[in-house]
């Protein structure tokens, strides 16, 4: 198995599992609303979908799991902007992290299971 087996399922090497549109759409949301409702978003959809699918609660835990991480890193960066760098620290996580939202949405979508770099597992 591949590093996405721990915690979350390996989707690529598992032949019989196929995600349907309903999950794939779900999962897909777990990460764009992120852009509107922050962390907010994938709580809910982990909390409402857990037992229904595992798909989709990997997606939400996972969206979740790096939106936490990147909130902790803007307040790590407060302190900096008092000698200016935190202010280019903070648009370049900005900047990353729109990019990497971008880019596990497109894996939900094809039903594949993303892992967001440099994320603290605080759930799992």
């Known amino acids: ?3 996405l087996s721990s915690p979350l399922l ?3 090497g598992d032949e019989e599992y196929n995600p349907t549109q309903d999950e794939k759409n779900v999962a897909m949301l777990s990460h764009v609303l992120t852009f509107f409702a922050g962390f907010i ?3 809910v959809i982990y ?3 857990k037992e229904e ?3 989709v609660r990997d997606h939400a835990i996972e ?3 790096f939106h936490i991480s990147i909130f902790i890193y803007i307040l790590a960066c407060i302190p900096l902007l008092f000698i200016i760098v935190g202010i280019f620290f903070m648009m370049a996580i900005g900047m ?3 990019i990497l939202v971008i880019v596990a949405t497109v894996k939900a979508s094809e039903g594949k299971m993303y892992r967001y770099p440099m994320t603290i597992r605080i759930i799992k």
């Open 1 to 3: 198995m591949s590093d």
């Open 10 to 12: 390996d989707y690529e």
């Open 41 to 43: 978003a994938p709580l």
């Open 47 to 49: 909390i409402i979908k």
């Open 53 to 55: 699918s595992d798909y």
């Open 63 to 65: 969206s979740l799991n």
């Open 96 to 98: 990353i992290s729109f």
